[in-house]
């Protein structure tokens, strides 16, 4: 059958892309499919193309939004239809949300109860391939302080005697009056080894010497977090 519509015909995929606008101004993603979602997200890094396929495998290959966002740029870049550039940008837009909620707890209100710092420490380090120390500063009022978000190690927690003196020091230099610790397992196993718990008594010992209090210690994975405080060990 001859394909009767005209080469000056705009492609039938910008109609589709419009409709997906205008149903997210209207209500958000509610009443999306999961690739649709995800297609939406494309639209913004692939102009010229039909991007509902590339979706639905990254739906398939990854299962959820989450799980793409999480995955290595590697893996992206592997999917047929994505190029360069969108890999590239799926990782802003997840860099661009964990900024977010980083800047609205900032100033704001206390990041001493449990969930939200459950909800705050699995956002950022929960799907993360290496494992990730992080230290947040608060102020006497536990709200977090502007930039105040720290990366202190990269890889393996093996190295405990470093820590103590680390974090010491950004406290202080920071004017934080106290912290919440926070690392990843990867494995996604959220119990503390033994040597999270050494590591855990060190810090708090060192951080009381200069009067700064540990709000707590998560373990965090992708779907599980583990807080020291809440199991009485803090």
Known sequence: MTDMRSSKDP????????????????????????????????????????????????????????????????????????????PVALKVIRAAATLYLQQTGEGQDSLADPSRLSDFWRMRLGGLR???????????GYRL????????????IDRAAVYPRRV?????????????????????????????????RALVLAAETVGVKIVDHLIVSASESFSFRKAGLL
């Open 11 to 86: 492609p039938h995929y910008l109609g589709h892309r419009q409709r997906l606008r205008e149903r997210f101004l209207k209500s958000g993603f509610d009443g999306f499919a999961d690739h649709e979602t995800v297609e939406l997200l494309l639209t913004l890094a692939i102009p010229r193309a039909d991007v509902k396929q590339p979706a639905k495998e990254l739906i398939r290959r990854f299962g959820n939004l989450r799980s793409i966002l999480d995955a290595p740029i590697e893996e992206l870049r592997s999917v047929r239809g994505l190029g360069t550039v969108a």
């Open 168 to 200: 010491v020091e950004s406290a202080l230099k920071r004017g934080a009056a106290a912290l919440v610790l926070a690392h990843n397992h990867p494995n996604g196993h959220v119990q503390p080894s033994e040597q999270d718990k050494v590591l855990t």
């Open 130 to 140: 290496i494992e990730v120390f992080q230290v947040a500063y608060l102020d006497s």
């Open 145 to 156: 302080l502007r930039d105040g978000v720290e990366t202190l190690e990269e890889g393996t």
